[in-house]
């Protein structure tokens, strides 16, 4: 009996404990729910911070689930309390959160021995009242929040007013919900550094020959509520990514001004972009990073700077009139700032900005006419005489600008390494207006030489970057079938016995089609060296036996392909770049001349690049210009003034030039052996690589074809 009553006893303590829980649960749900909501963020982020037990739903003990010896009285030993008030993150589900009420942190929770655990009742839980879900604990400041809600609202649809580009859109979208929608230029209403510094480099982008119009900067000081600062933020971000992506892969794309241009792409990465300029010490020298690393640029952008007096500004006449000048300030005697009406428009002349109404010769003003003094060669003084005026109002010092400007947006689209690291960043760069070739290692020039270049029209030598992986020494031409169709054929009509004179064979194949070539030797096209570079243009360096072109100044004759003036110097000097220990000499170059072709391969090929500079800084540190003998000039200069008014992605200024076969097609029963399905193919039979079909009885043929054009 008196064990009955003991065992009662522990069972009534134990479910006055369950009762008590039950109980505080209960209020605890109940107060939560009377609770105002929480709005704040350091609210939100108590309400985050409370732990919220396991929930379990399991039938009321009964006493076959206690012993006699274990229900005393619910223990408080800290050790105990501990262990059971622990939960398992990795045990808790997401909804089991969502739903389970708010409950006070280390209250009546049951105490668990060695060998019993008790556990407390709870309601079912589809009777458990629904629960708001808990909102995260945001990053953003409570002064920046209400921007970050609209910055929130303005994503989606809205965002398109802002990014046009989808790819760009999308990745602005996920990088500010990374950030919680926190705005990225401003702080309580203010810009940060980082802000101020986009907006200086945006505003500076015409030192760079990019143009400010394209890179708006809203009025952050007239932004006053989170809308037009959340607009405010956006639009500069816009900004910001449009001058990267011009900064670093130009304002038009190559293949709007020919189609005989071909560069590798480098487009930028708005993520990368975003968390590179977000992230930086210096948030405008970041941005500016995107512009191109090139020596030759970076000469260009400062005789830039000299020819408009470190300034920007449209084509502005300054009128004639007395001379101005300002006096500083010495020992009492105050600084003298002359007025004159014609002040503003020399400020918009010389891209002053700020004040721009200032009819006064201040101080800002004499400098920058000092400065513009220096780049035209005048005496700088800082007055603005009568010499200076006309050297400002000169129409050949605009134009100068304008070729500067063309020059570097095309630096824009070669590739940020235009050597090999593997053998000192060498590489070859070929400059088509001056008609010169450089080859340069370690940042320095290694050797020089003249070129014959293209002629003007179908002829034109592309623009391209690839790389050399061999040398032919003693190459066979294989007269390509525009020429044969151009000029070879109707040289025929006129005297069937001009090919044998000109060195040259004519082969026909049984299925009919034709094939011209020349064997190597003293009178061949490519002279004794071809340097081979593949390409879809189909065009090369080689030697030539016409060497008298080199002595003239204009040197634009060839049918596409580069000849060479030191043909056996280039040649050892790209080998000793490639093969330092083979010590090759042009006499040992030409020691291997003879009637055998002789391929020699770079163990590591090297960079060729194409360029087309009429405007660059010579080796004094003057700049000079060249001709622009393919007319790309005039028309860049149309598309970059064209501005945004015009979808410049959708402009191609010309169609590809064909190189290989004439548009008008072939005479009634003529083809070209590159016709036929069989053999190598055309690119084969130019660079080599694959071995010739068998011939036919009758005709000789050379061991390899190679289609060349001279």
Avoid at 266 to 290: C, F, G, R
Wanted: aromatic share 6%; with cysteine.
């Amino acid at each position: 009996m008196r064990d009955c009553l003991k065992n009662r006893a522990g069972y009534d303590r134990v479910l006055m404990a369950v009762a008590a829980t039950f109980l505080t649960v209960s209020a605890t749900s109940a107060v939560a729910q009377n609770d105002p909501p929480r709005n704040s963020a350091a609210e939100l982020a108590i309400d985050a911070a409370v732990p919220r037990p396991e929930p379990a739903n399991v039938p009321p003990p009964t006493a076959a689930d206690f012993k006699a010896d274990t229900t005393g009285a619910l223990t408080t030993d800290t050790k105990v309390t501990a262990k059971t008030t622990e939960t398992n993150p990795a045990e808790t589900k997401p909804a089991d959160v969502a739903t389970a009420p708010v409950a006070e942190p280390a209250k009546a929770e049951p105490a668990r021995s060695d060998t019993a655990t008790v556990t407390p009742a709870q309601p079912p839980a589809a009777a458990a009242p629904a629960a708001e879900p808990v909102k995260a604990a945001s990053n953003v400041p409570a002064a920046d929040q209400p921007v970050a809600d609209k910055l929130r609202d303005m994503f989606g649809a809205k965002s398109a007013r802002y990014f046009d580009r989808k790819a760009e859109r999308a990745a602005v979208e996920k990088f500010y919900t990374a950030h919680d929608f926190a705005p990225l230029w401003t702080q309580s209403g203010s810009l940060t550094a980082n802000g101020k510094g986009v907006v200086a480099r945006l505003q500076d982008a015409a030192s760079d020959g990019l143009n400010p119009a394209d890179y708006p900067v809203p009025d952050f000081a007239a932004a006053t509520t989170p809308d037009a600062l959340a607009e405010a933020d956006l639009k500069l971000t816009a900004s910001m990514l449009d001058y990267a992506r011009h900064a670093q892969s130009g304002r038009m794309h190559w293949s709007q001004v020919s189609g005989d241009i071909q560069y590798p792409e480098h487009p930028t990465d708005p993520t990368e972009v975003l968390t590179n300029i977000t992230a930086a010490k210096d948030a405008s020298a970041a941005l500016d990073s995107y512009n191109p690393p090139h020596k030759l640029y970076r000469e260009l952008k400062a005789k830039l700077a000299e020819l408009r007096g470190q300034g920007d500004g449209p084509v502005i006449q300054i009128a004639d009139g007395p001379a101005l000048k300002f006096t500083p300030a010495g020992g009492k005697r105050p600084a003298v700032e002359m007025e004159d009406p014609r002040v503003p428009q020399l400020r918009a002349k010389l891209g002053i900005t700020e004040n721009a109404d200032d009819t006064h010769y201040d101080a800002r003003v004499a400098e920058a006419v000092r400065k513009f003094q220096s780049g035209a060669e005048l005496k700088a003084t800082g007055v603005l005489d009568d010499k200076t005026i006309k050297a400002i109002n000169s129409p050949k010092r605009d134009r100068q600008i304008d070729i500067v400007l063309v020059n570097m947006e095309r630096w824009r689209w070669l590739p940020r390494d235009l050597g090999a690291p593997a053998i000192g960043d060498a590489y070859v760069i070929l400059n088509i207006p001056d008609y010169t070739l450089k080859v340069m290692q370690n940042g320095a020039q290694v050797w020089t030489t003249r070129v014959v270049t293209g002629q003007p029209g179908i002829h034109a030598t592309p623009l391209l970057t690839e790389t050399m992986k061999f040398i032919t020494v003693n190459p066979t031409w294989n007269v390509p079938p525009s020429i044969i169709y151009n000029e070879y054929l109707p040289a025929l009509k006129q005297d069937p016995t001009v090919l044998e004179r000109m060195g040259l064979k004519l082969d026909r194949n049984r299925d009919g089609s034709i094939h011209i070539s020349q064997p190597p030797g003293e009178r061949n096209a490519l002279g004794r060296i071809r340097f081979n570079f593949p390409n879809k243009f189909l065009v090369y360096q080689h030697d030539t036996p016409d060497k008298n072109l080199f002595a003239r100044d204009d040197r634009a004759f060839s049918h596409g392909c580069m000849r060479v003036q030191n043909p056996d110097q280039y040649a050892s000097v790209l080998l000793n770049i490639t093969e330092p220990n083979a010590h090759y000499t042009p006499d040992r170059i030409r020691s291997m001349y003879g009637q055998s072709e002789i391929d020699l391969k770079f163990p590591t090929p090297i960079p060729v690049n194409i360029t087309y500079q009429t405007a660059f800084v010579d080796d004094a540190g003057k700049l000079e210009f060249r001709k622009d003998v393919y007319g790309r000039d005039a028309n860049m200069l149309a598309l970059l003034r064209a501005g945004k008014s015009r979808d410049l992605e959708n402009v191609v200024a010309h169609s590809q030039p064909n190189y290989v076969r004439p548009a008008d097609g072939l005479p009634n029963g003529v083809k070209f052996a590159s016709d036929t399905s069989s053999g190598p193919s055309f690119f084969e039979r130019l660079f080599g690589g694959a071995p010739t079909p068998a011939p036919a009885p009758q005709v000789r043929r050379p061991q390899r074809r190679t289609v060349d054009r001279q």
